[in-house]
């Protein structure tokens, strides 16, 4: 099945370690590419997103994201993580023939202590 | 510009009632989707709207329905509400179809 997959469920880090969140999509064809952050209690807000061009894409507070269109990947880093960036990551895909219904991951929790 | 609003923000029904729960996009934006979050199942998508149209529907039953209003206001409704409809309901707009969505707070929904 067509499908967004988030291989780590939870990943714990301390303060200053480097951060990567795997994301893999099994949907062919042109595809548009988003990392959103859930804070606690707070909504879904938008990382980065990648409609074509540089597959290395930046986004806001120094988060940045991979296309890999061999791999269908699209990978999460940031070098040094802070205690404010727990929260829990979504990856998700549009694919231009479907408008704009995203299809998520099932998320990645990631807890920072300082 | 203020963000996308959904209300109420709670919601607490039994089984049988209906519901319906209401959207504001963000302003301009022309495009507004929904969808259902829950520990189990994640972050689902359930239908969008654009120019009144509904242009994509996921794989939800027919109990659940939507509709958007000429000045891109939506709404959803579930009717007959089952245990398993308690969820997170999500809304999300965009400026145009098939552009970046932004989301609102949700609205909670405890199905008893």
């Known amino acids: 099945a067509q499908s967004v997959s988030q291989h780590n469920h939870h990943v714990i880090l301390s303060e200053a370690a480097s951060l990567e969140l795997g994301c893999n999509y099994s949907?062919?064809?042109?595809?548009?590419l988003f990392w959103y952050v859930q804070y606690p209690g707070q909504h879904l807000q938008l990382l980065l997103k990648?409609?074509?061009?540089?597959?290395l894409v930046k986004g806001i507070k120094g988060f940045e994201a991979e296309f890999i269109k061999s791999k269908f990947s699209f990978n999460l880093r940031k070098p040094s993580v802070q205690w404010s960036d727990t929260a829990e990551y979504f990856c998700?895909?549009?694919?231009?023939?479907?408008?704009?219904?995203?299809?998520f991951g099932k998320g990645t929790t990631l807890s920072v202590s300082s | 510009k203020a963000g996308v609003t959904q209300t109420p923000r709670y919601l607490i029904k039994t089984r049988g009632q209906q519901v319906t729960l209401s959207c504001s996009p963000i302003s301009g934006h022309r495009s507004v989707s929904w969808y259902q979050q829950t520990p189990g199942q994640g972050l689902q998508f359930l239908f969008e709207y654009f120019s009144e149209t509904q242009r994509n529907k996921g794989n939800f039953p027919g109990r659940f329905s939507g509709r958007q209003f000429s000045n891109s206001r939506s709404e959803m409704n579930v009717s007959t509400l089952e245990l398993g409809d308690s969820a997170l309901y999500l809304c999300?707009?965009?400026?145009?179809?098939?552009?970046?969505?932004?989301f609102g707070p949700g609205t909670r929904l405890l199905v008893l």
């Open positions: 998700a895909v549009s694919r231009n023939q479907a408008g704009t219904a995203l299809i």
């Open positions: 949907y062919g064809g042109t595809v548009n």
């Open positions: 990648y409609f074509s061009g540089d597959p």
């Open positions: 999300a707009s965009s400026q145009q179809y098939q552009e970046t969505q932004y």
